[in-house]
Structure formats: structure tokens, C-alpha cells
């Protein structure tokens, strides 16, 4: 009886390291989405601002 609970733990220890792992694979993952996104967004932003800047200059 004994054995058998360090088999269980055995296997009990390798599940929680696949769930972390899994888990932090998942946060970089998303991290890295997010990151994407903003970079995108930053883009757009600053090319919306050099695109009014240009009207702005035509007009005066």
C-alpha cells in the first residue's frame, strides 16, 4: 500500500508540472497576443496622426 501512494504521487507531481507548464505557455502566448495588438494599434494611431498632420499642412 505504501508503493502504491509514491506511484501516485509520482504521477500526481507529473500532471501539476504539465499543468504549469501548460499554463505558462498559455500566459506567453497571450502576453505575446496582447503585444501584437498594441503594437497594431500604436501603428494605426500614428498613422491616423501623420495623415492628419498632412491635412492640417495642405489647408494653411
Not at 498559455?26 to 500604436?42: G, I, K, P, W
Request: aromatic share 4%; with cysteine; proline share 0%.
Amino acid at each position: 500500500m505504501g508503493g502504491r501512494g509514491v506511484i501516485g504521487d509520482k504521477w500526481s507531481m507529473k500532471i501539476l508540472w504539465m499543468c504549469a507548464i501548460g499554463s505558462a505557455i498559455s500566459l506567453y502566448m497571450v502576453a505575446a497576443e496582447r503585444q501584437m495588438q498594441n503594437r497594431d494599434r500604436m501603428l494605426a494611431e500614428s498613422l491616423k496622426a501623420m495623415e492628419s498632420d498632412e491635412g492640417n499642412d495642405e489647408e494653411v
